[in-house]
């Protein structure tokens, strides 16, 4: 039996791919692709009559498999349906690093899952706390309710928007320029930042839209995105690729943080670097860039 070790809230997300739970030849290897996180799902990609079995697959896999360092949520059924609390129950039983909440439309949500996995926590022995929460918002009152749902548990380590739902929602349909999502990205990336989570953009579906994919995930970057929830492993490589760093970044922020712990040792709360004024408000950026860089292999060093 695989004891996994305890989830971390902030960790590197830039690739979150999605696999049907209920398909053993898909997730047994799923570690292999390289994504940061694997979003093994219970909810739309299993058939209403096949919830049960997906169920027994998915505690056997989080027992048996040993995902090494990738992350493991599961999402499970809407609170509307008459699954999602047997779901929580494998999600801790088995170990599973967190939950995503589907169709999150309160802080009440939340509030109800985080009940739930409590009392399965302390049903398995599993130390309480130990289960991440984040939550999918796919409607507008998901949307308008951000800030609260991000702020609704100390589980939750973030948010993410579902464009097929919340296209529906709003009767519109996806445009290459992003304009149908520009609202609704831009307002639950606020409330996360406000909370102090992480975000994450939806799914893009059009495996055969190179150009496209790209041109969305280099807008997400540009937004402020933590990651990109996927649903295909040939879309890893190029949100890493893009997600990377510059060499030039990397030795700016390894400069910063040096010089920020050097002047923070003498005292000093403003420095310069490189000839530019730096204070402590630039060092969880400069952070966050050398946590990318190591994970992209392109740093090595002590700082992070």
């Avoid at 490589?237 to 390894?254: D, G, N, W």
């Amino acid at each position: 039996m695989i004891n996994r070790p305890t989830p971390e809230r902030f960790r590197l997300r830039r690739t979150m791919m999605f696999m049907n739970a209920q398909k053993p030849g898909l997730i047994k290897d799923a570690y292999i692709y390289g994504c940061d996180s694997i979003m093994l799902d219970l909810e739309d990609a299993v058939a209403e009559n096949q919830k049960d079995a997906a169920r027994f697959s998915l505690y056997h896999a989080l027992k048996t498999i040993d995902y090494g360092k990738t992350e493991v949520i599961v999402r499970i059924n809407g609170l509307d349906t008459p699954h999602w609390q047997e779901d929580i129950r494998v999600c801790v039983a088995g170990g599973a690093d967190g939950i995503r909440i589907a169709k999150c439309e309160s802080a009440q949500d939340v509030k109800t899952v985080e009940a739930a996995v409590t009392e399965a926590e302390k049903e398995f022995g599993v130390e309480v706390g130990r289960t991440l929460l984040m939550a999918a918002l796919e409607s507008p009152k998901g949307v308008l309710n951000a800030y609260e749902i991000c702020c609704a548990s100390e589980r939750m380590f973030g948010v993410a928007i579902s464009g097929g739902d919340f296209r529906k929602c709003m009767q519109t349909k996806f445009d290459p320029s992003g304009i149908d999502m520009l609202v609704a990205r831009g307002q639950m990336l606020m409330a996360a930042r406000a909370a102090g989570i992480q975000c994450f953009d939806t799914v893009f579906t059009d495996l055969d839209d190179n150009a496209g994919f790209e041109a969305e995930v280099r807008q997400n970057k540009a937004m402020g995105f933590d990651g990109k929830s996927l649903i295909n492993p040939k879309q890893i490589r190029l949100v890493h690729e893009i997600f990377a760093p510059t060499e030039k970044e990397v030795l700016q922020a390894e400069a910063m943080v040096s010089a920020f712990r050097e002047a923070a040792a003498a005292g000093i709360g403003v420095f310069t670097v490189n000839g530019k004024m730096v204070d402590v408000a630039f060092i969880p950026g400069a952070e966050r860039t050398l946590k990318l860089a190591k994970a992209c292999g392109m740093y090595e060093g002590d700082l992070v």
